[in-house]
């Protein structure tokens, strides 16, 4: 079989007898492929696309085009009473290929960020869920963790700094869900929604008196 990368080869030329299928193929110029590398390209280009398109693929596109929804829905929320928040740019984009990692990117971490009146940023986790964990609904916070407002006292919180919480606490055993959310950009917020109900927040316990101590954010 002639060899159509001959020229292009730096393996020496009596080897050439053991080379199968181009496969001691050394190039001069790397922009010329083999016979055999443009296989396996194509072969590359061919999963992509299919795994692109596999059922699993698509349920991952869907949920982060669902997610990207709920957060613009929230801003507009938390704008329209007056409270200072922005979206992070790129958030949902660095999360998917592993960018946020370091200091230097905190800016980039959380899906929204609440702005405090002297220049302090509380992260905003979002979450949608077909539901909550039942603690989440039930407790009104866990003991030395976070508490859990509805949408009506996490306004009332942000804009006149006023909570009153009543209720009782849960022990904070078997909720490693609520963890792992608060923990994945390290934020001072999470909010979760599910369909056709209001809001749910969850605020770790420091950042709450912070926020009320401020007599609000806004």
């Known amino acids: 079989m002639k060899c159509v990368v001959e020229g292009?080869?730096?393996?020496?030329?009596?080897?050439c007898w053991a080379c199968e299928d181009y496969?001691?193929?050394?190039?001069?110029d790397k922009r010329i492929l083999s016979p055999r590398q443009e296989r396996n390209r194509l072969k590359r280009k061919?999963?992509?696309?299919?795994?692109?398109?596999?059922?699993?693929?698509?349920?991952g596109r869907n949920n982060r085009l669902r997610g990207k929804a709920w957060e613009r829905k929230l801003l507009k929320l938390l704008e329209a009473h007056g409270i200072p928040v922005r979206k992070v740019a790129c958030s949902g984009a660095l999360k998917?290929?592993?960018g946020l990692i370091g200091a230097?990117?905190?800016?980039y971490a959380g899906d929204l960020v609440l702005e405090g009146k002297s220049g302090e940023n509380?992260?905003?986790?979002?979450?949608?869920?077909?539901?909550?964990?039942?603690?989440?609904t039930k407790y009104t916070g866990l003991k030395d963790y976070c508490m859990f407002l509805d949408e009506a006292e996490?306004?009332?919180l942000c804009v006149h700094g006023v909570y009153e919480p009543?209720?009782?606490m849960k022990e904070d055993t078997r909720t490693q869900t609520l963890h792992d959310w608060f923990d994945q950009d390290d934020s001072a917020i999470v909010a979760m929604k599910v369909a056709h109900t209001p809001w749910r927040f969850a605020i770790k316990l420091e950042q709450v008196s912070k926020i009320k101590q401020l007599g609000g954010i806004s």
């Open 8 to 15: 292009n080869c730096t393996v020496v030329k009596t080897e």
């Open 154 to 156: 996490f306004i009332a």
């Open 96 to 98: 998917a290929t592993g």
């Open 104 to 107: 230097e990117n905190d800016i």
């Open 166 to 168: 009543s209720g009782v």
């Open 122 to 136: 509380y992260r905003i986790e979002v979450k949608s869920r077909t539901a909550l964990p039942a603690y989440v």
């Open 23 to 28: 496969a001691m193929y050394r190039p001069k």
């Open 46 to 59: 061919v999963s992509k696309k299919e795994k692109k398109n596999s059922p699993a693929s698509k349920r």
